[in-house]
């Protein structure tokens, strides 16, 4: 059973434009979340964070939203540009301390 | 400040061999975790050692097993490879314990594993 998925496993967008990915979760007792960015050939890059008990942190061009009551969080990216094309991992941390992550959205961002 | 270095980059070995991979943290890091990626699976938790000690441990077979050295470096072994054990191996290190937004894992570019 997944506990963090990521349901779209791509999303092209124009530059410029604002890019959002999503994430949803199953367990409520999951008290971070985390937005990793990957190239192919490197390991994923940390981006973005929320403590749970927040709705929203926000860090230059990204911005992550946490809605509770809907197990949702989605990270927003404006304006995109070409060099944002990349995979995007949503990452999940509970009570044990691991992260678990989604599977994924690869984003590509069209100049 | 060097990043996460993982060595070597690329293997390849035949079924029933044992692997042994290596991971040397951001310095000053003293937590490491190791991550398996597949492209069906996506990244699932091996384990995460800090001060010498394995702290968590996911749901993978007794053949994965790792350790840390008192310099944080850390070595995952897999043993009897099977040919699903194919896959980019990434180490992580952090400073503290734990996962969370206040101590993000920083990930090497990992150890692509090919078992034929």
């Known amino acids: 059973d997944q506990q963090v998925k990521q349901n779209s496993p791509s999303l092209s967008v124009q530059e410029g434009r604002i890019s959002i990915l999503n994430c949803d979760y199953t367990n409520s007792m999951f008290d971070y979340f985390l937005w990793y960015k990957k190239y192919p050939a490197e390991g994923p890059t940390f981006l973005i964070s929320i403590s749970s008990i927040k709705d929203k942190n926000e860090d230059g061009r990204f911005t992550v939203f946490l809605n509770k009551s809907a197990k949702h969080l989605s990270l927003h990216i404006v304006p995109s540009q070409p060099g944002d094309s990349a995979v995007y991992f949503c990452?999940?941390?509970?009570?044990?301390?691991?992260?678990?992550f989604g599977k994924g959205t690869k984003l590509s961002v069209k100049p | 400040k060097a990043g996460v270095t993982q060595t070597p980059r690329y293997l390849i070995k035949t079924r029933g061999q044992q692997v042994t991979l290596s991971c040397s943290p951001i310095?000053?890091?003293?937590?490491v975790s190791w991550y398996q990626q597949t492209p069906g699976q996506g990244l699932q938790f091996l384990f995460e050692y800090f001060s010498e000690t394995q702290r968590n441990k996911g749901n993978f077979p007794g053949r994965f097993s790792g350790r840390q050295f008192s310099n944080s470096r850390s070595e995952m072994n897999v043993s009897t490879l099977e040919l699903g054990d194919s896959a980019l191996y990434l180490c992580?290190?952090?400073?503290?314990f734990g996962q969370g937004g206040s101590s993000p894992l920083h990930f090497g570019n990992g150890t692509r594993l090919t078992v034929t």
């Open positions: 310095s000053g890091h003293r937590s």
């Open positions: 990452a999940a941390s509970g009570s044990q301390g691991n992260l678990i």
């Open positions: 992580a290190s952090s400073l503290e």
